[in-house]
């Protein structure tokens, strides 16, 4: 394996393959790596991919991953107050999460990528400072790999971003913990909406989630803030399934068919994800949604971002921090202001109290905030001002300098 | 019993995952200050080296499924 010209994508998930196909066509050789011997594999995911986003339009969702189309969500107040988002068509997919990253993984191969699977990254090698490439623990040995540009696309706990210092350990209050049940037999009420429940007696620091996965099937899941210490996020979820009226009428009947388990970094991406030789992407770069734990179309629009600049670099043989500075400027054009913003909203709602939660929720409950024009954010506005609620008034300011309302 | 004093009780913690319940979601590795967990294909490892029993780690398992032991 000759090391001309060549990136290392270190992970296979839906950003190490999409910066694999990055790469390819803008001319690099490619090699990923993944510790696993069957990518994809277990499935850590709610499986919701929006489509109609911004960057989105530009990803290929697998067709042979697709189980559901969605239009929207319902948010539950911790008071069972219902909000809904639904547009007209649909805007998104709940997808078999096993499919899609093996799909995405083949097509990478397919297009030119070679592969080392059952390879654990374990040390990076520098030259003057230059990431050069990796050391790996395969079939029993330590071997090193060479490359022009190391990419990390090894999600959520990234060696390669502890190796370079783009980032240390996550603290406790930067991550969620969570733990999801994909059922069988589910009744859901509505079966092209994803459900939210919040509140701090069901999932203290986050959100419960119902997905509709099709033919009954249903992606029942919880994210607990990484501080909470009361129960374990299972125990929630358990308790959410047991004894909560929404659970009771769309869920007593299903059945576990899967059991799963992750963590959410949950405080935005990275300050800086490029240094001389090597880049991060996906999880590793923390470029998940602070509110809904979105990541999978992140991973694949901003992999495809990186693994472009990276094979212009090397073209140009400049890869220096510098240089691959570019990845970072194209992917912050198009989601900047989207994390800083969600940010700032995600804080807001932790220090909401429920009750609060629940007057807002009752004021915009039945309004279609789809399309909101500046008619009817005023009109929202000025119902809660009407309330004479000091708790809701100034959380309504602070949604105002936010421009949600 | 009463407290003696002449031996030094060793406040040593080392943590302890319970193969079985975990999922090898890495939540516990993401937060160790030390970088003391490993994960492999399947499982973790912690490095008794490195582990300075602080605990961080099992407040952020989903599963409870990390316990600290005395070395
Ligand atoms: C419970 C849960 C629910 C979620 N729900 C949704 C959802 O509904 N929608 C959504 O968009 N996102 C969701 N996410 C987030 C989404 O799963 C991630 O953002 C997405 O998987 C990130 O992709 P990635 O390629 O960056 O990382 P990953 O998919 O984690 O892939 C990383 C790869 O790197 C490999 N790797 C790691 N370390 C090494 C190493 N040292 N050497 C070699 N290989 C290594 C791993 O084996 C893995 O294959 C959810 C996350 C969780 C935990
Ligand atoms: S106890 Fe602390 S040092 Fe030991 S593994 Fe857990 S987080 Fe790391
Ligand atoms: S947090 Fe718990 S379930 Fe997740 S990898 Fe660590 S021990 Fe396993």
């Known amino acids: 394996m000759s090391n001309e010209n060549r990136v290392i994508v270190v992970g296979a998930g839906p950003a190490g393959s999409s910066t694999a196909m990055g790469a390819l066509r803008a001319g690099a050789a490619v090699t990923i790596i993944d510790r696993k011997t069957n990518v994809g594999i277990p499935v850590q995911c709610g499986e919701a991919i929006g489509k109609t986003g911004p960057g989105l339009a530009e990803i290929n969702v697998p067709d042979e991953s697709i189980r559901a189309s969605v239009r929207g969500f319902r948010v539950y ?6 909000v809904d988002y639904a547009e007209k068509e649909p805007s998104g997919y709940i997808v078999d999460r096993r499919v899609f990253d ?12 070679d592969s080392l699977l059952g390879a654990r990254v374990l040390d990076i090698t520098r030259s003057n400072g230059v990431v050069t490439g990796v050391i790996v623990r395969h079939d029993g ?46 009744e859901l009420e509505v079966t092209d909406l994803m459900e939210f429940l919040l509140g701090n007696e069901v999932s203290p620091r986050g ?7 099709g033919n009954g099937r249903a992606n029942v899941g919880i994210g607990i803030g990484g501080t909470v210490k009361t129960k374990t996020a299972k ?55 602070p509110i809904t734990g979105g990541g999978m179309g992140y ?17 140009k043989e400049q890869v220096s921090a510098k240089h691959l500075q570019k990845y970072e400027d194209e992917w912050r054009k198009i989601y900047g202001s989207e994390f800083e913003q969600s940010l700032k909203l995600r804080e807001l709602i932790l220090k909401t109290d429920d009750a609060t939660l629940d007057k807002l929720a009752g004021i915009v ?27 809701l008034i100034a959380l309504m300011n602070e949604l105002r300098k936010l421009r949600m309302v | 019993m009463p ?19 975990c999922g090898v979601c890495q939540a516990c590795a993401t937060v160790c200050p030390v970088n003391a967990i490993e994960v492999t294909e399947s499982y973790l490892i912690v490095i008794p080296e490195k582990c300075t029993g602080c605990g961080v780690c099992v407040t952020v398992c989903p599963v409870g499924a990390i316990t600290l032991i005395e070395r």
């Open chain 1, 299 to 315: 991973a694949m629009v901003c992999g495809n971002i990186a693994g472009r600049v990276a094979a212009e670099c090397i073209m």
């Open chain 1, 141 to 186: 040995r330590r071997n090193t790999l060479k490359a022009k540009v190391v990419i990390g696309a090894d999600g959520v706990n990234s060696q390669i971003a502890r190796l370079t210092g783009l980032r240390k350990s996550y603290k406790p209050a930067d991550i969620d913990s969570c733990f999801a049940y994909e059922m069988a037999n589910s």
């Open chain 1, 207 to 213: 959100y419960i989630w119902i997905f509709p996965k």
């Open chain 1, 77 to 82: 107040s911790p008071g069972q107050i219902t």
């Open chain 1, 365 to 391: 409950t039945g309004e279609s905030i789809v399309r909101m024009t500046a008619g009817k954010k005023v009109k929202i506005f000025m119902k809660a001002m009407a309330t004479g609620d000091k708790h």
């Open chain 1, 235 to 289: 125990e929630y979820l358990d308790h959410f399934l047991k004894h909560h009226d929404v659970a009771k009428r769309q869920l007593s009947q299903a059945k576990v068919i899967e059991t799963r388990v992750g963590a959410l970094p949950v405080c935005g991406p990275n300050k800086k994800n490029v240094v001389d030789g090597a880049l991060l992407v996906g999880d590793s770069a923390g470029h998940v949604h």
């Open chain 1, 102 to 113: 093996k799909e995405l993984f083949a097509r990478a191969t397919e297009a030119g990528a």
């Open chain 2, 3 to 21: 407290p003696t004093t002449t031996t030094k009780k060793s406040t040593k913690k080392l943590a302890d995952i319970d193969g079985e319940l």
